[in-house]
């Protein structure tokens, strides 16, 4: 793992998006997985200023998002798939059967699942993941639990992951209680995975990613066994960090 730790937000969205350009220049078919967000939100911005200003092309690149709530479809705002077409897909060229959402409104949630998993597997897998990070270590929707779950799959969504989204919402009881996410198979095969992480919320997350034991219980710390795993962080998200002052 490839911890960098930054001044702020703003250096840790300069830092990732010099990364993942130049990921779109060297590979102009790449697959990217895509996170929702606070998190990645700079990053985007960044991404659709260096396609207007004609550094990279998006007209080749596949992407799939990490996740998605159960009961929430595409023209709802607190979707993922809302998120994604509002602050990444809008203004870039793209073409529309290179977008790969999981579909939170399917009948059969199973199928859409393996569905979904088989998708990834026949683009090739992830190119680059962005993925961001829950205060409690989760990333996509894999929440901690007993073992990691490899393919893509139905969640049960924690307190804690329901609080720290209620912000999205009008009233903290509308959160979703079930999402579907990429599971950890299908992040950890990608390529090159980039964790950005930003505030006092990610502290603790950070530190069980980062510097704790490889367990389920903190989804993330599995990406310590990553080779391509590089974490971007701001100083406040990793001041518990090992030899960060
Ligand atoms: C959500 C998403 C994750 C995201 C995380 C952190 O629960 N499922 O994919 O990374 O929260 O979000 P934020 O970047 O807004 O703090």
Known sequence: MNVNVVEDYEKMSDMAAEIVIAELREKPDCVLGLTA??????????????????????????????????????????????YTRQNFCDGLNLSEENIHMPDGMADDIASECARYSKEIEAAGGIDMMILGIGPNAHIGFNEPGPVFVPETHVVELSEATRAANARFFDEPDDVPYWAVSM???????????????????????????????????????????????????????????????
């Open 183 to 245: 599971g950890m198979r299908d992040i950890m095969f990608a390529r090159n995975i980039l964790l950005l992480a930003s505030g006092p919320g990610k502290t603790e997350a950070l530190v069980m990613a980062v510097a704790g034991d490889i367990t389920p219980k903190a989804p993330a710390s599995l990406l310590q066994l990553h080779r391509g795993a590089i974490v971007i962080a701001d100083r406040i998200a990793a001041k518990r960090l090992p030899g960060v002052s």
């Open 37 to 82: 967000g606070s998190s990645p939100m700079g990053l985007y911005q960044r991404l659709r200023k260096a396609y207007e200003k004609g550094i990279v092309d998006f007209s080749r690149v596949r992407i799939f998002t990490l996740s998605e709530y159960i009961g929430l479809g595409e023209d709802m705002e607190q979707s993922f798939s809302y």
